[in-house]
């Protein structure tokens, strides 16, 4: 398996990462079969959505040099990279897609491999009208904003917002409120994956709200569809016995 070698910009994973730019003939990412991404799960999921936006989905594994590393295989412990490779259990991820319309009449699409969330861009409550599959289920929705949420990202930002954390085979998403102030007492709701949302912003103009797909931001929104892509899976690398599945498992037992 030809393998190619990205790092995040900070000293700790530039430092990290030296002894493994000696350990492996490396390729060009156009060329390998898998990327082996060193930092921590920000730059993972940038490179994720750098592979989703060139349309050349290969294998991602994971080296924790950041933070928090949920998406992350632990740091380098002197196995050859080649092996921890080879030996990874693969996990297949659906990212959501996301088409947004700005009261400017522009339109957007974006991918999310964690939530897609709804959010207030002044002091004005966000008002939003909540549609699943077509059909008005909430007429108005007040607070700082809502999210959907898949598998993978029900341990973000999701389970800070007091979402579910979902497992990852479960073919499920989380519909979760940010903060609601009318209905006060909803907690969300438990969606299957193959459900499509839709909110449309209530007086756009004087409660402006933008609309954030992981990392990409679009503003001023006044409708934004959100349903898991049809075209598009990605594949993350994990050593033995710390798959993706055993980590969400765990989180729920965390106190």
């Not at 438990?190 to 992981?214: G, H, M, S, T, W």
Request: proline share 6%.
């Amino acid at each position: 398996m030809k393998l190619a070698l990205v790092v995040s910009d900070t000293e700790k994973a530039q430092e990290g990462a030296e002894p493994l730019r000696r350990s492996h003939d490396w390729v060009e990412p156009d060329d390998a079969d898998a990327l082996v991404v060193v930092g921590g799960d920000g730059f993972l999921l940038h490179m994720l959505h750098e592979l989703l936006d060139q349309d050349r989905i290969i294998p991602c594994y994971g080296l924790n040099l950041g933070t928090v590393g949920f998406l992350m295989n632990s740091k380098p412990d002197g196995k050859p990279i080649a092996k921890r490779v080879a030996d990874a259990q693969r996990v297949s991820v659906r990212p959501l897609e996301m088409h947004a319309t700005t009261q400017s009449g522009e339109e957007f699409r974006y991918y999310a491999i964690n939530e897609v969330s709804l959010l207030r861009e002044t002091r004005q409550t966000a008002k939003l009208e909540v549609k699943v599959n077509g059909r008005v289920r909430m007429e108005e929705l007040a607070g700082d904003g809502v999210l959907v949420a898949t598998p993978a990202g029900s341990t973000a930002y999701n389970l800070s917002a007091n979402g579910p954390i979902l497992p990852l085979g479960s073919r499920i998403l989380a519909l979760t409120p940010i903060s609601p102030f009318r209905p006060r007492r909803w907690r969300g709701a438990i969606l299957p994956d193959d459900a499509e949302v839709e909110f449309r912003v209530r007086e756009p103009q004087k409660r402006p709200v933008a609309a954030v797909a992981d990392q990409k931001e679009v503003r001023q929104v006044i409708d934004v569809r959100i349903a898991i892509s049809d075209e598009k899976k990605l594949t993350l690398l994990f050593d033995p016995g710390e798959s993706l599945e055993e980590r969400i498992f765990s989180e729920q037992f965390q106190v």
